[in-house]
């Protein structure tokens, strides 16, 4: 049993004027009159025949989006539930029946199908009565027995010791089997919180706190709008009362002014689509508490049009469209305000046109332009798309990987991936709450067509591991919207994405990708390849810290001034081949190519024996072999062999100019150099500088290739890059 008795601090109606503080965004419906069906409940059993009336408005929401529901099971699920629970009582002195009912109507006036509504009566008879799953599965069927089974096992979420990790885990799981048990513990949590101020307020607040951290960026990932936002407003007003009272006492004195700019733009408006012939519903959508709040934190002091919207509700998808030419045509716009989420929908199911048109006095208006169809899916995210399995298959999967089945959204998917590869359960909770704070998604496309949805501020790290998994580890660079960019670059929403992999079959990620990565599916692959490999992952042995070798353990991530240092290239470890057959005088021995001088042939070159039998070669002049002699490191001979493949690193200084990174690397390709890793440092009075480590299929091109780097515009030299001398 949960949450009981009206909450003194609870958000409540704003009489003056048109302004709610939640419940006006949608028709309204009178709130559940509790003590009346408190009564109802009381006078005992039904007629089998008949309806119960205690369930009246439950069924008057259902049949307002289910015109034909058969309602028996509803009627079935009411006369259990109220028998089962017969005798428990609210602590504000309720029949305890009247929870699953008024959580019961939320879902209903959300639009939530006949099943679900079934399971939202009996959500708490196997957990607080004598009733049980077997019964549950025998009377109703086995879709509202895992329902059921499902809420159940999150009771012990709500007042649980920050809500116990493995608890949650299981939530998660159970969640992504079938998204309906979500939607049933949002409306429950709803109407508890609606009912929390009989508890002590630090209970209080502890519930809040939960809602607040994780239930609400639930809500908010499966589109419930509605419950979010009310959600969000009822944890303000216990966590920061103060606040709270300020923000409705603005909220109050705006709705009692004379003057309304947004219901004079709203009439402006409904003149326009009228003299262009286009069908259309136009409200006032009043921001929420929290809404107000956040608004005036950014802008100041609020003027009228700051306190809500305008929305445009119309027929067709192609409406929304000729809506907003005319308002653009007809009345001021503010362009850099235009957003479309219906081209692209967000991650949440959320589609709708954003705009801002400026008023006669000057103050600017939001206004939000969708479909019927669109507002309801807005307001109830998954909950107004009923069964999410009478679906037919073809419309179940998607082209690009991403589910489009409603009972698993992409980011769920995501979310169910990186859960089961947490290492432990503190790892889980903590990169939960990481991932979930993160309330804006955006999404990029793969030059396939495809898409990926990454959180705001998500790298090329992030988009790496989202399309390859743990493949992603031999990622070594990326083109964003056709220019070479390095791993760390930020994406922004809208961008194409071609990531580029490197051709080892063992691959090597860098602990500095650790410091890029922002998704939980990247970070826990990078951070278990670490752990797994704790000699190779950019932190060498303190035997060979000073080599210089030692250094070409991962690939640049940012525009750092030094050369790229790419891994070395075993002759035999691993499967990978050699960059170029090098002969030693120890047979079988594994040989690497430093990093820091990259000799190809026909360098002249020598060998040293480091850590593990390893022979590193380096070019004659390098500065690292003056070192390895200092330090006593034992000198092998080498040569080069048969073979003609080579790695080098070159460096282009150019002139700045359009196109130039394109233009070069396209040259290099005619070539048929494979780009390794780049560098590109910052202009410095109009010159810039490239660092290429590239992979040559026979070292006799190598001059070739760099008189086609000198033949690109704007380039006036391309050398190899140079030894590193003693004193540099």
Same mark, same amino acid.
């Given at each position: 049993?949960?949450?009981?008795?009206?909450?003194?601090?609870?958000?409540?109606?704003?009489?003056?004027?048109?302004?709610?503080?939640?419940? !006006?965004?949608?028709?309204?419906?009178?709130?559940?009159?509790?003590?009346?069906?408190?009564?109802?409940?009381?006078?005992?059993?039904?007629?089998?025949?008949?309806?119960?009336?205690?369930?009246?408005?439950?069924?008057?929401?259902?049949?307002?989006?289910?015109?034909?529901?058969?309602?028996?099971?509803?009627?079935?699920?009411?006369?259990? /539930?109220? !028998?089962?629970?017969?005798?428990?009582?609210?602590?504000?002195?309720?029949?305890?029946?009247?929870?699953?009912?008024?959580?019961?109507?939320?879902?209903?006036?959300?639009?939530?199908?006949?099943?679900?509504?079934?399971?939202?009566?009996?959500?708490?008879?196997?957990?607080?009565?004598?009733?049980?799953?077997?019964?549950?599965?025998?009377?109703?069927?086995? +879709?509202?027995?895992?329902?059921?089974?499902?809420?159940?096992?999150?009771?012990?979420?709500?007042?649980?010791?920050?809500?116990?990790? +493995?608890?949650?885990?299981?939530?998660?799981?159970?969640?992504?089997?079938?998204?309906?048990?979500?939607?049933?513990?949002?409306?429950?949590?709803?109407?508890?919180?609606?009912?929390?101020?009989?508890?002590?307020?630090?209970?209080?607040?502890?519930?809040?706190?939960?809602?607040?951290?994780?239930?609400?960026?639930?809500?908010?990932?499966?589109?419930?709008?509605?419950?979010?936002?009310?959600?969000?407003?009822?944890?303000?007003?216990?966590?920061?009362?103060?606040?709270?009272?300020?923000? *409705?006492?603005?909220?109050?004195?705006?709705?009692?002014?004379?003057?309304?700019?947004?219901?004079?733009?709203?009439?402006?408006?409904?003149?326009?689509? &009228?003299?262009?012939?286009?069908?259309?519903?136009?409200?006032?959508?009043?921001?929420?508490?929290?809404?107000?709040?956040?608004?005036?934190?950014?802008?100041?002091?609020?003027? %009228?049009?700051?306190?809500?919207?305008?929305?445009?509700?119309?027929?067709?998808?192609?409406?929304?469209? %000729?809506?907003?030419?005319?308002?653009?045509?007809?009345?001021?716009?503010?362009?850099?305000?235009?957003?479309?989420?219906?081209?692209?929908?967000?991650?949440?199911?959320?589609?709708?046109?954003?705009?801002?048109?400026?008023?006669?006095?000057?103050?600017?208006?939001?206004?939000?332009?969708?479909?019927?169809?669109?507002?309801?899916?807005? +307001?109830?995210?998954?909950?107004?798309?009923?069964?999410?399995? /009478?679906?037919?298959?073809?419309?179940?999967?998607?082209?690009?990987?991403?589910?489009?089945?409603?009972?698993?959204?992409?980011?769920?998917?995501?979310?169910?991936?990186?859960?089961?590869?947490?290492?432990?359960?503190?790892?889980?909770?903590?990169?939960?709450?990481?991932?979930?704070?993160?309330?804006?998604?955006?999404?990029?496309?793969?030059?396939?067509?495809?898409?990926?949805?990454?959180?705001?501020?998500?790298?090329?790290?992030?988009?790496?591991?989202?399309?390859?998994?743990?493949?992603?580890?031999?990622?070594?660079?990326?083109?964003?919207?056709? &220019?070479?960019?390095?791993?760390?670059?930020?994406?922004?929403?809208?961008?194409?994405?071609?990531?580029?992999?490197?051709? +080892?079959?063992?691959?090597?990620?860098?602990?500095?990708?650790?410091?890029?990565?922002?998704?939980? /599916?990247?970070?826990?692959?990078?951070? *278990?390849?670490?752990?797994?490999?704790?000699?190779?992952?950019?932190?060498?042995?303190?035997?060979?810290?000073?080599?210089?070798?030692?250094?070409?353990?991962?690939?640049?991530?940012?525009?750092?001034?030094?050369?790229?240092?790419?891994?070395?290239?075993?002759?035999?470890?691993? %499967?990978?081949?050699?960059?170029?057959?090098?002969?030693?005088?120890?047979?079988?021995?594994?040989?690497?190519?430093?990093?820091?001088?990259?000799?190809?042939?026909?360098?002249?070159?020598?060998?040293?024996?480091?850590?593990?039998?390893?022979?590193?070669?380096?070019?004659?002049?390098?500065?690292?072999?003056?070192?390895?002699?200092?330090?006593?490191?034992?000198?092998?001979?080498?040569?080069?062999?048969? %073979?003609?493949?080579?790695?080098?690193?070159?460096?282009?200084? !150019?002139?700045?100019?359009?196109?130039?990174?394109?233009?070069?690397?396209?040259?290099?390709?005619?070539?048929?150099?494979?780009?390794?890793?780049?560098?590109?440092?910052?202009?410095?009075?109009?010159?810039?500088?490239?660092?290429?480590?590239?992979?040559?299929?026979?070292?006799? &091109?190598?001059?070739?290739?760099?008189?086609?780097?000198?033949?690109?515009?704007?380039?006036?030299?391309?050398?190899?890059?140079?030894?590193?001398?003693?004193?540099?």
């Amino acid at each position: 049993m949960n949450a009981e008795a009206v909450n003194p601090a609870t958000p409540g109606p704003v009489t003056s004027g048109h302004v709610t503080p939640t419940g !006006s965004r949608r028709k309204s419906r009178p709130r559940l009159d509790l003590r009346r069906l408190g009564r109802a409940a009381l006078l005992g059993g039904t007629a089998r025949d008949r309806l119960p009336d205690a369930i009246g408005h439950v069924v008057d929401a259902h049949r307002a989006h289910y015109p034909d529901a058969d309602l028996e099971p509803l009627r079935h699920a009411y006369v259990l /539930a109220e !028998s089962s629970h017969r005798g428990q009582m609210r602590k504000s002195g309720e029949p305890y029946i009247t929870h699953p009912l008024a959580v019961t109507l939320i879902l209903a006036e959300l639009g939530a199908e006949t099943t679900t509504l079934t399971a939202s009566l009996l959500h708490d008879t196997v957990e607080d009565t004598d009733v049980t799953l077997e019964q549950v599965r025998d009377q109703f069927g086995e +879709e509202v027995r895992y329902l059921v089974d499902g809420v159940t096992k999150l009771e012990k979420v709500d007042y649980g010791a920050a809500a116990e990790p +493995e608890t949650f885990r299981k939530m998660l799981v159970a969640t992504g089997n079938d998204v309906r048990v979500m939607s049933i513990k949002l409306a429950d949590r709803l109407h508890n919180m609606r009912t929390l101020g009989v508890m002590r307020l630090e209970k209080q607040e502890r519930i809040a706190k939960v809602t607040r951290d994780v239930l609400i960026p639930l809500a908010e990932r499966l589109g419930v709008q509605a419950l979010k936002t009310e959600l969000e407003d009822l944890v303000f007003a216990i966590l920061h009362p103060e606040e709270y009272r300020h923000t *409705r006492e603005l909220v109050v004195r705006n709705a009692a002014r004379g003057d309304d700019p947004l219901a004079d733009v709203a009439d402006d408006v409904r003149k326009v689509l &009228r003299e262009a012939d286009i069908t259309a519903e136009v409200l006032i959508r009043p921001r929420h508490f929290v809404s107000v709040h956040r608004v005036s934190r950014k802008r100041g002091p609020l003027r %009228g049009a700051d306190f809500g919207r305008v929305l445009v509700l119309v027929n067709e998808d192609a409406d929304c469209y %000729g809506v907003l030419g005319e308002l653009h045509t007809c009345m001021t716009p503010v362009v850099s305000e235009f957003k479309d989420f219906i081209a692209v929908p967000k991650f949440n199911l959320y589609q709708s046109l954003h705009t801002a048109v400026s008023g006669a006095d000057g103050q600017v208006v939001e206004v939000l332009i969708r479909t019927h169809q669109m507002h309801k899916v807005a +307001e109830a995210g998954v909950v107004a798309l009923g069964n999410p399995y /009478a679906a037919s298959p073809e419309e179940q999967s998607a082209s690009d990987g991403e589910r489009v089945d409603p009972t698993r959204p992409g980011w769920l998917s995501r979310l169910l991936d990186w859960q089961r590869a947490a290492p432990d359960p503190d790892t889980f909770w903590s990169t939960l709450r990481e991932d979930l704070a993160q309330d804006r998604e955006i999404t990029v496309f793969r030059p396939d067509g495809g898409r990926l949805g990454l959180p705001e501020g998500a790298t090329c790290v992030d988009a790496a591991y989202a399309q390859y998994g743990e493949d992603a580890h031999a990622c070594i660079g990326a083109r964003v919207n056709g &220019r070479l960019a390095t791993l760390s670059t930020v994406l922004k929403d809208g961008d194409t994405v071609q990531l580029l992999m490197g051709q +080892e079959a063992a691959s090597e990620p860098s602990r500095e990708w650790l410091e890029h990565a922002h998704t939980p /599916a990247a970070r826990i692959a990078i951070q *278990r390849w670490l752990t797994a490999h704790p000699a190779q992952d950019g932190h060498p042995a303190q035997d060979e810290a000073a080599a210089p070798e030692a250094a070409a353990t991962s690939r640049p991530l940012s525009g750092e001034p030094a050369p790229p240092q790419p891994p070395d290239v075993p002759e035999t470890v691993s %499967g990978r081949p050699a960059a170029a057959q090098v002969l030693t005088d120890r047979p079988g021995a594994t040989v690497r190519l430093a990093g820091c001088c990259t000799p190809v042939p026909p360098d002249a070159v020598t060998g040293f024996a480091v850590r593990g039998g390893v022979v590193t070669v380096h070019r004659a002049g390098c500065a690292g072999v003056a070192g390895m002699r200092s330090e006593g490191r034992p000198e092998v001979g080498v040569r080069w062999g048969e %073979g003609a493949e080579c790695r080098v690193t070159l460096v282009a200084e !150019s002139f700045v100019r359009p196109h130039l990174l394109a233009d070069l690397t396209e040259a290099m390709a005619v070539e048929g150099a494979e780009i390794v890793s780049a560098t590109v440092e910052p202009p410095d009075r109009q010159q810039v500088r490239h660092t290429y480590t590239v992979q040559l299929p026979d070292a006799a &091109r190598l001059p070739t290739l760099m008189r086609a780097m000198r033949d690109v515009a704007g380039v006036y030299d391309v050398s190899r890059a140079q030894p590193h001398r003693p004193g540099d």
